[in-house]
């Protein structure tokens, strides 16, 4: 007999460099993927588009997952339930991506379209949140 397992929704997004609106809409995210009762998994830091949606998730009563890059453990959103230390800088968004039933892409930068690049690679859902028209064009031109 199969176990039932929740979804894992993987959301990601910029960091330090994330805009203003990206955040609220990151948190807004978060907060509607608990409600579901899924696991929200970001990449754990407490920056930008990961602190927020993790966030959001954690205060509507979510499971929040995160996959650091590094040891530091002062990068660690305080809304991280369960933080996964890999010490593999970029080479966890293989793990943010597999891990995931689907991927969102709240914003976009260099590791969010390295995410959403092996996403599409490995066949996942992928929704893109940006209003950079050259990005979604690009990766619409991948599939």
């Known amino acids: 007999m199969k176990k039932h397992m929740k979804k ?40 930008g588009v990961m602190d927020a949606v993790s966030r959001g998730a954690k205060e509507a009563g979510g499971l929040t997952v ?4 590094t040891r530091d453990q002062k990068m660690i959103s305080d809304a991280v339930d369960i933080p996964i230390i890999t010490d593999m800088g970029s080479g966890r968004n293989n793990i943010n991506v597999l891990t995931s039933d689907l991927i969102i892409a709240c914003g976009m930068g260099t590791g969010t379209a390295s995410e959403v690049a092996l996403a599409l690679k490995a066949h996942k859902p992928v929704i893109l949140m940006t209003e950079n028209e050259d990005g979604k064009r690009f990766f619409k031109g991948l599939k």
């Open 8 to 47: 894992i929704v993987g959301v990601m997004g910029p960091g330090e460099r994330a805009r203003e609106g990206q955040v609220l809409s990151a948190y807004e995210l978060g907060r509607l993927i608990a409600e579901e009762g899924w696991v929200t998994l970001t990449g754990g830091r407490n920056a």
């Open 66 to 69: 995160g996959i650091l890059p």
